[in-house]
């Protein structure tokens, strides 16, 4: 098999963290014609190949991800080496791209990244997408970390995800003030009106099955899956809810909102997504260890 010529490879590199020949061709000062023929000379030497067009997308294909994480490592090692030799030090800015669930509270994702805050070299960029875009923002690269609620099915061992538990927040039952009942659920809740997330989360799924433990059955005027929807249903209907009390605790602080009674065995659970590489960058790894759950 021919040498790999690390020209070419640098190219693929640049294409695919950035999904676009047209921009990569830009930022390296070349033409579209030139990169893309740099890219086919390297699968040509390597036979393989790396991408794959969806529609107006260049998507990798999964040898096309396996060479890549290797391309990872080979180019940050290098680009920190070259920053040693120029400055006698390692590279100390540092950048990551986060992902967020459109429906995930606002109040867990400030607590995540709370950690980057305090480290003065180092910016992030929040994107809030669906499910589905996130996970294409992970494949293609442009994505270095997903937060989610909902966890990723890894059906072999070839599956390109990682899944990581970062936070697991007690389900409380909220709900306005003056209401609260004096007795511990489901006793003296006969009355009251509910709004809740939909069937499709976990925290509806385990809600509804300790409901059908002791035996009540929830009248419910309203479901959403968006958190902070939620938190505008049960602040201004007079309805209750199922959420982790974070999600309301600016009124829970000023009374607005009551929390009536933590609910046994009912979680929500918080996810951080990786793709499977060889390469993970430090700044990933180091804020997933701050964030480890106990």
């Not at 990872?72 to 390692?90: A, N, V």
């Not at 305090?118 to 809030?128: G, I, K, R, Y």
């Not at 997408?129 to 909902?150: A, Y």
Request: hydrophobic share 40%.
């Amino acid at each position: 098999m021919a040498k790999i010529n690390y020209h070419h490879l640098y190219y693929f590199w640049r294409v695919a963290i950035s999904g676009s020949i047209t921009r990569t061709a830009e930022e390296c000062h070349v033409s579209q014609s030139a990169l893309s023929q740099q890219i086919k000379q390297l699968e040509t030497t390597m036979d393989v190949q790396l991408f794959e067009r969806v529609g107006r997308q260049l998507v990798l294909t999964d040898t096309g991800r396996k060479v890549l994480s290797y391309a990872d490592e080979i180019f940050t090692t290098g680009e920190e080496l070259q920053s040693f030799l120029k400055k006698g030090e390692l590279a100390t800015q540092r950048h990551i791209n986060i992902g967020v669930l459109t429906t995930l509270s606002r109040n867990f994702t400030e607590s995540f990244i709370s950690p980057l805050l305090q480290e003065a070299n180092v910016s992030f960029t929040l994107s809030t997408r669906g499910m589905t875009n996130l996970l294409n923002g992970l494949s293609s690269h442009e994505l270095d970390l997903v937060l989610t609620n909902r966890s990723v099915s890894q059906q072999n061992d070839d599956a390109i995800w990682q899944s990581q538990l970062v936070s697991r927040q007690s389900v409380s039952i909220i709900g306005p003030a003056e209401l609260k009942p004096d007795t511990t659920f489901p006793d003296g809740y006969d009355g009251l009106k509910w709004v809740l997330p939909t069937g499709i989360t976990e925290i509806r799924s385990a809600f509804d099955a300790y409901c059908s433990t002791v035996g009540y059955s929830p009248a419910v005027m309203a479901e959403a899956d968006d958190m902070a929807m939620l938190r505008l249903l049960v602040r201004d209907t007079g309805a209750v809810t199922a959420l982790p009390s974070v999600v309301v605790k600016d009124e829970i602080a000023n009374g607005r909102l009551a929390e009536y009674q933590v609910l046994p065995n009912v979680y929500e659970h918080f996810y951080a997504i990786t793709i499977r590489r060889t390469y993970v960058p430090e700044i990933v790894t180091d804020l997933l260890k701050k964030n480890m759950v106990d």
